[in-house]
C-alpha cells in the first residue's frame, strides 16, 4: 500500500468510524461500512458498487451481529449502555475499512 493509498484509506475510515460512532444502529452501520467498503475499493481502482467481494459482505454481516448482540447485553444501562454500543460501532467499522483496504491492497 502506497502512503498516498494508506492517507486515501485513514481519511475514508475516519469519516466512516465518525458516522458509526454518532449513529450507532445496526442498519446505518451497515450502510456505512458498505459506503466506506465502495470508497476503499475506488482508492485501489476497484469498481465493487455491484458486486462486492462476498469475504467483506460476511465481515459487514458479522459486525452487525455483534452489534445487536451488544445492544441487547449493554443497552438496558442507562448512559453506559449508549456509550459502549456507540464506541463499539465506530471501533467496528474501523476494523472493518483497515480489513478491506489490506484486501484491496493483496489483489
Known sequence: MTSYEKQQCDKIISEAKIKAGIKGSNLSLATIMTNMIIKIGYVFGYDVSQN??????????????????????????????????????ALCTEEVGWNAAKYFDSL
Open 52 to 89: 462486492m467481494p462476498s469475504d467483506l459482505k460476511a465481515e459487514i454481516f458479522a459486525y452487525s451481529v455483534g452489534s445487536t448482540a451488544n445492544k441487547v447485553l449493554t443497552g438496558w444501562i442507562p448512559f453506559v449502555g449508549k456509550a459502549v454500543n456507540h464506541s463499539s460501532a
